[in-house]
């Protein structure tokens, strides 16, 4: 399994609903990021997990809450969201070795209304 | 405030020819450098990958590296009207974690 998974692909929220973002990976790899891209531009990161531990955090808002279950499963759970907040949202996983690229998942398109 | 820097384009070039794609980064320390291609409304995709001053080559793609410059270059040879898509410079910073430039879009042209 070369693959990371994230569901759902598409999302619809209000702004008072709590929803979560789910990711998963089965290739062994101890470092687990989300990102955040706006249209037509480049990702942004958003948190860092490194063997399960949150080794960062990109000074997101609170209403933005990540999980790392074990070591396969990484969630991002969504409460209070703002219209702004609208965007894909990508998981990715890597070894932690510096020759070694990310596998990204497909992402989670999110519209808030 | 550790940059990685592209020309957004669109770089436009004809069927057939190469597509020279240019990226320079700010933090003398980065030791890896990521090259990402994204279709429009899809994740990024991973092309190739460089550590060592140098080129490396896999198929049509060329990854050239120049870390006294601080310099990431992508050659696209033969290019496709398939290869159009915006291609994302990564730079790996603290923690593992990927800076990324805010990507070149390139149209190849039939």
């Known amino acids: 399994d070369t693959e990371v998974t994230q569901t759902p692909k598409h999302l619809v929220m209000g702004m008072t609903n709590k929803k979560s973002l789910k990711c998963e990976q089965h290739?062994?790899?101890?470092?687990m990021y989300w990102y955040k891209q706006k249209a037509k531009k480049p990702p942004e990161l958003m948190f860092v997990?490194?063997?399960?531990?949150?080794?960062i955090n990109e000074s997101v808002p609170s209403r933005f809450s990540p999980e790392c279950p074990n070591s396969s499963l990484l969630n991002l759970h969504l409460h209070a969201l703002q219209p702004e907040d609208s965007a894909l949202y990508l998981c990715?996983?890597?070894?932690?070795?510096?020759?070694?690229?990310?596998?990204f998942g497909s992402g989670t398109r999110l519209t808030v209304v | 405030q550790k940059e990685v820097e592209q020309n957004s384009g669109p770089l436009s070039v004809p069927e057939g020819a190469i597509a020279s794609l240019n990226c320079t980064y700010s933090d003398r320390g980065s030791q890896s450098f990521f090259w990402y291609r994204q279709y429009s409304g899809k994740s990024p995709e991973l092309i190739m990958f460089i550590y060592s001053n140098g080129d490396k080559e896999d198929g049509r793609f060329t990854a050239q590296l120049n870390k006294a410059s601080q310099y990431v270059s992508l050659l696209i040879r033969d290019s496709q009207p398939s290869d159009s898509a915006t291609y994302l410079c990564?730079?790996?910073?603290?923690?593992?974690?990927?800076?990324f430039g805010k990507g070149t879009s390139l149209l190849v042209t039939p």
């Open positions: 990715a996983s890597s070894q932690e070795r510096k020759d070694y690229g990310y596998t």
């Open positions: 990564a730079v790996v910073g603290s923690g593992y974690a990927l800076n």
């Open positions: 997990y490194s063997y399960e531990k949150l080794s």
């Open positions: 290739m062994g790899h101890r470092a």
